[in-house]
Structures are given as C-alpha cells and as structure tokens.
Nanobody, 129 residues
Framework: QAQLQESGGGSVQAGGSLRLSCITS????????MAWFRQAPGKEREGISC????????EYVDSVKGRFTISRDNAKNTLYLQMNNLKPEDTAMYYC??????????????????????WGQGTQVTVSS
C-alpha cells in the first residue's frame, strides 16, 4: 500500500525559508511524476509545482516561480520542495502527490483529483509578516 509522509513545515517570518520533504513507500517512486499542492483555509487546493519522473523537467505556478524549487531523489524515494523568500500568502497546508503518469500533464495544477493517485496527509506552513 502506498504511503506518503510530508515533513518540514513550520512557522517562519516573511522572507524566511523552509524545506519540505515527502518520503514515500509502497510504490515505484521513480516511475511517476510528483507534485506539491497547497490549500489555505477557505480556499481551493492549488497545484504549485510538478516534476517529471526522472527530474528531467519541472513546472511551477507563477505565484511561486523563482522562489520555490522542486526536486526528487529517486534513490531515497523522496520528494522535496525548497521554499525561499516566503510570504504570508504562502501560508497553507502543503501536500505531496503521486501522478498516474511519468510526466506532468497539461492539467496537473488545476485537476489534482484526476491527475494524481496518491496523496500525503500534509504539513502546515505558516508565514507571519
């Protein structure tokens, strides 16, 4: 049974950094694209970054581009999200997800339920001004 466990969240001041990790088990991690999503209270879940199975390419939504970096270590079955220059609007629960495919589809950011098969429980990120 596939399991995903996020960690690394916390409370930081604006301008600070955090590094999220997502350790997986029970699935062929290296075969699938992976992504990070987030959901703030009262808002819809949004995809923020996606990475191809072999880390050959990655995508970001505009709101995090230039500040966040997604990466993966297939030998460790682990996905990462380095978050720099954090802003209060980054406050949310962050989730990692395993795609059905080995690449990030055209709708990965807007249709998470369709494109991703497994989800973690989330890690909270809170950014204060």
């Amino acid at each position: 049974q596939a399991q995903l466990q996020e960690s690394g969240g916390g409370s930081v001041q604006a301008g600070g950094s955090l590094r999220l990790s997502c350790i997986t088990s029970g699935l062929p991690f290296a075969d699938f694209a992976m992504a990070w999503f987030r959901q703030a209270p009262g808002k819809e879940r949004e995809g923020i970054s996606c990475i191809r199975y072999n880390a050959g390419s990655s995508e970001y939504v505009d709101s995090v581009k230039g500040r966040f970096t997604i990466s993966r270590d297939n030998a460790k079955n682990t996905l990462y999200l380095q978050m720099n220059n954090l802003k209060p609007e980054d406050t949310a629960m962050y989730y990692c997800a395993v795609a059905w495919k080995d690449h990030c589809t055209g709708s990965w950011a807007t249709d998470g339920s369709f494109n991703f098969r497994y989800w973690g429980q989330g890690t909270q990120v809170t950014v204060s001004s």
